[in-house]
């Protein structure tokens, strides 16, 4: 149940302060008190989306904090599942800066409006005056018959399984059009595929051949200077490597005379061995530099293959025409298991769609065994709002197409006049009658849900008399199971609270503030009387308001 709210710089609230305690409360206050800022603010806490709009002092943040007490065993897994401090008081906190950034907290640890909204949800309902009309919509409707016949729970299970059948599908039918593109491909892939064998590309091929080209293109200079070198390094009257061993073999006798000489003959002796292997190799490269000339028109015509090959698929080398041809493959191996990989997708979706099939079956039976005992109670509650000759019945439609929900689609069907078949509640029902609906739902549903607290926002709105004394008497019947709290404009409704505050509006400093306070006995039948006769305070209508108490 709310135990405590605080609320700091919201619309024309500077500061409010309020204890809240179990059983039936009621706020009452004149239009444009503050009653709806007062919900709204409620609101934050619960996940709702602001802007700065809300701040009443732009210069300062907005603080909304709520106090809830909980039965920790009931509310361990969402505490557990979100690494959240549980405590049996649990504290709610939203606060807007004046930049717009909003933070949310509960028992102090940051979180995020979902997960604020996920919490808020397990503790409170707050029925507004437009969810009303919420009556008329069909998954509201199957909610409440979920909620009759306790089936919450099997809900949430199927919906989770329904979740992993849509995605299931999903793949399917991927998988398949990804098959129907695929094989309109084919044909192309097999072509490329057969152009790249047919050249049998080797790793580096395109490399080799470049090389090979160059020389023989540059085949003449290549021995012009390899005779040039040969020539030079044999030449009897000025042999390269017998001068250079020549001159190290006299730098050698000098060695012991300095170091200096030392290092030069040492030097001049690498010098004289590498020199001699280069000119060995040189002569070696002119032995065989008889170059095939015939061969260039074969590389040629291989490379324009290639580089042919290259700007078709807008690569640059041999190695990743290698690579294309390869994923070339992969992919025609991928086509041809396509009709294995759908198949087993299916044998998975037909498994999981037969499971849900069940389970939906399941709850279809049990959805359809509380139709007459909720129509029942509905029937009975509304007699005793004044529409003894109302009619009421819960149709079920079922579908072949597996949805969120199952297989059903419910309908509330109704009518408030007798000799008149009851047809869909958004054609049959006016604001009053829906009103007294929505309550009777409400009331029936309290008995079952794990919700603590109720907030109404003027539900009796289009009723008086003796309606609003009976409405005002199954709120009070309600909260002997959970904390209900109405704003209400009915005496007859604020009569039989166990605990009256009054919202107000005031100006101070030139300002307009709101205020909640809790009412004395006496200053609640002088509000009572109010409300009964205007804004004139007469002893008769004191006394109207003390019998209202009294009974």
Avoid: W
Avoid at 1 to 28: C, H, P, Q, R, W
Avoid at 467 to 483: H, L, R
């Amino acid at each position: 149940m709310l135990s405590y709210l605080y609320i700091a710089n919201y619309a024309i609230i500077e500061e409010l302060k309020v204890d809240f305690n179990d059983g039936f409360t009621v706020i009452t206050g004149e239009t444009g008190a503050g009653k709806s800022i007062l919900l709204g603010a409620l609101s934050l806490i619960l996940g709702k989306r602001v802007d700065t709009s809300v701040l009443n002092d732009k210069s300062k943040k907005c603080v909304i904090e709520g106090v809830f007490k909980i039965i920790e065993e009931k509310h361990a897994s969402f505490f557990s599942l979100n690494d959240l401090d549980i405590d049996n008081e649990t504290t709610v906190r939203r606060e807007i800066s004046p930049t717009g950034k909003s933070r949310a907290f509960i028992n102090d640890t940051p979180v995020n409006l979902t997960v604020l909204k996920e919490f808020s949800e397990l503790l409170i309902d707050i029925h507004s005056q437009h969810q009303t009309l919420q009556v008329k919509d069909v998954d509201f409707q199957l909610n409440v018959v979920d909620s009759y016949a306790e089936l919450s729970n099997k809900v949430i299970l199927y919906k989770k399984e329904f979740k992993k059948y849509i995605a299931l599908k999903r793949a399917y039918e991927n998988l398949v059009n990804q098959e129907k593109t695929a094989k309109s491909d084919v044909d192309y892939l097999t072509f490329q595929l057969n152009e790249l064998l047919a050249l049998s590309l080797k790793e580096n091929e395109q490399e080799e051949l470049e090389a090979q080209l160059e020389i023989i293109n540059n085949s003449e200079e290549i021995k012009e200077v390899l005779q040039f070198s040969v020539e030079a390094f044999n030449n009897s009257d000025n042999n390269i490597v017998s001068t250079i061993k020549s001159i190290q073999q006299s730098f050698s006798k000098l060695s012991h005379c300095s170091e200096d000489y030392k290092n030069i003959s040492e030097r001049l002796n690498s010098t004289f061995i590498e020199v001699a292997d280069i000119a060995r190799e040189i002569e070696l490269l002119n032995d065989n530099s008889d170059f095939d000339t015939d061969n260039a028109e074969y590389i040629n015509l291989r490379l324009n293959s290639i580089y042919s090959l290259e700007q078709k698929h807008h690569l640059s080398n041999s190695n990743e025409l290698i690579h294309l041809q390869e994923t070339l493959k992969d992919k025609l191996a991928k086509i041809n298991s396509f009709d294995e990989e759908i198949e087993n997708h299916l044998k998975e979706l037909e498994l999981k769609e037969k499971e849900l099939r069940d389970i939906a079956k399941q709850l279809s039976a049990k959805r359809v065994k509380s139709f007459a005992k909720l129509s029942k109670e509905i029937l009975t509650n509304l007699s005793e709002l004044g529409m003894a000759e109302a009619s009421f019945e819960v149709r079920q439609t079922l579908s072949d197409k597996l949805n969120e929900h199952g297989l059903d689609e419910i309908t509330f069907l109704f009518s408030a006049n007798k000799g008149f078949s009851p047809i869909e509640l958004h054609k049959a029902a006016s604001g009053g009658e829906l009103s007294r609906l929505m309550l009777t739902i409400k009331s029936i549903l309290s008995k079952t849900t794990d919700i603590s607290t109720i907030l109404f926002d003027e539900i009796d709105t289009g009723v008086s008399g003796d309606v609003a004394d009976k409405m005002g008497s199954i709120m009070k019947q309600m909260s002997s199971s959970m904390q209900v709290i109405a704003i209400t404009h009915l005496p007859q409704v604020a009569a039989k609270g166990n605990h009256h505050y009054k919202i107000s509006k005031k100006i101070t400093n030139d300002k307009t503030i709101t205020t909640l306070s809790v009412l004395s006995k006496e200053d609640r039948i002088n509000e009572l009387a109010k409300m009964l006769s205007g804004k004139e305070l007469t002893k008769a209508a004191r006394e109207n308001a003390k019998n209202l108490i009294s009974n």
